[in-house]
Every structure is written in C-alpha cells, then in structure tokens.
C-alpha cells in the first residue's frame, strides 16, 4: 500500500501562529493532495501538488513535495480559530490510480 | 454552481438490512467515487464511476455496490448490513477523475444497530 501517514497525528496552537503537518507515503506518485474536513462533514479539497513540482502556494497554505524522501508538507501561515480542522493527504499512483488517504492530523487553533 | 449533494444526510438501520445512499454531482462532473469514513479505519476508498462505468475499486466486499446513471448521478448499497458499515459515507465528483481535485458532499452518517 502506498498509504500516506501524517504527522503528527494532533496538534495544538495559538491564533496567529504557524502550523506544519507532514505526510510520507511509500511508493512512487503521480499527485499528491492535501484536503481539509471539518467536524464529521465533507472534504474540501485544499492543493493538489504533481510530482515534478517542489513547492506549491495557496493564500496562507504552502505545500511542499519532496519525491526523493516520499514526503510532503504543509504550511499553514497566521493560524486562525476557523483553521481548526482534519488535514488529509492523498496520493495516487503512477496512473492515477489508487488513491489512498492518509489517518489525518488533527489541528486545534485556540483563541 | 451547486455542490454535490448526498441523500438522506443520516439513517438508522438494523443490521441484516439493506441501504441505499444517493449522490448527485456537480453538474457536469462525469465522476463520481465513494468513500467509507470510520474512526478504526479512517477514510478508504469504495468504488469510482465514470460515465456510468465502474472505473476503479477498493477492497471491499461485494456486499457494497454501485451505480451511476447517464446524468452522473450515483447510488451505493449495502446489502446485509453489519454492525461494522456503521460509518460516515462520503461521495464526490470531479471533472477528471478520482485521483485529482475532488469536491465532497456533506455524507451520509449510517449507523446500524
């Protein structure tokens, strides 16, 4: 299984500080993809990274994809109560196919 | 545009029955996957429809099927349920495919007693 697993699994922190999650997966990619999903509701989808990219920006998200450790980060920048969420990884193989999310990080912005 | 759309948002069901989950996509997104939720297992992949064929699918047992129709939308079921199904179930669309930018609807909370 080319699974991702996140890192860590929860995480704490003040308003207007910065949050970094990591994800590692195991095999070869064609993406990888970050989604957000608050309490029990749906996903939505947040940066979709390729493998030949390294770096990629959103607002205050920036994701980063390092193919040769099989490993990924995102940064959340000036955290704000609202950002309090799960963050999911995602990857898809060589062909596109098996799409597998990771267990997920758990971050708490505290007011 | 609308969202993707899932009905009934919960039910209740005892175990031995059978259920029925419906998606409607964005319109014009001719994919539509599925996704079991659990707090054991986390988010796992069922099945992947496009254009009204089953494109991809996870491990599950064949107890969980699918469908699509020609306007894209989807339906799941669960054949003789068991404790275990108990779960959020999500669906979502995409113009592409399941393994690139993805739109969620809210789920379906299944609990099966």
């Known amino acids: 299984s080319q699974q991702g697993e996140e890192d860590p699994q929860a995480l704490s922190i003040q308003e207007g500080e910065n949050a970094t999650m990591n994800c590692s997966y195991k095999t070869s990619i064609n993406n990888l993809q970050w989604y957000r999903q608050n309490s029990g509701r749906g996903l939505v989808h947040l940066i979709l990274i390729r493998s030949n990219e390294r770096e990629k920006h959103s607002g205050r998200l920036r994701v980063t994809l390092d193919t040769s450790k099989k490993s990924s980060s995102l940064l959340i920048t000036a955290s704000r109560a609202a950002d309090t969420a799960s963050y999911f990884c995602?990857?898809?193989?060589?062909?596109?196919?098996?799409?597998?999310f990771g267990p997920g990080t758990r971050l708490s912005v505290l007011p | 545009k609308a969202g993707v759309t899932q009905t009934p948002r919960y039910l209740i069901k005892t175990r031995g029955q059978q259920v029925t989950l419906s998606c409607s996509p964005i319109s014009g997104h001719r994919s539509v996957s599925w996704y079991q939720q659990t707090p054991g297992q986390g988010l796992q992949f069922l099945f992947e429809y496009f254009s009204e064929t089953q494109r991809n699918k996870g491990n599950f047992p064949g107890r969980f099927s699918g469908r699509q129709f020609s306007n894209s939308r989807s339906e799941m079921n669960v054949s003789t349920l068991e404790l275990g199904d108990s779960a959020l179930y999500l669906c979502?669309?995409?113009?592409?495919?399941?393994?690139?930018?993805?739109?969620f609807g809210p789920g379906t909370r299944l609990t099966v007693t």
């Open positions: 979502a669309s995409s113009w592409t495919g399941y393994s690139y930018e993805q739109y």
């Open positions: 995602a990857t898809a193989d060589n062909y596109g196919q098996n799409f597998v």
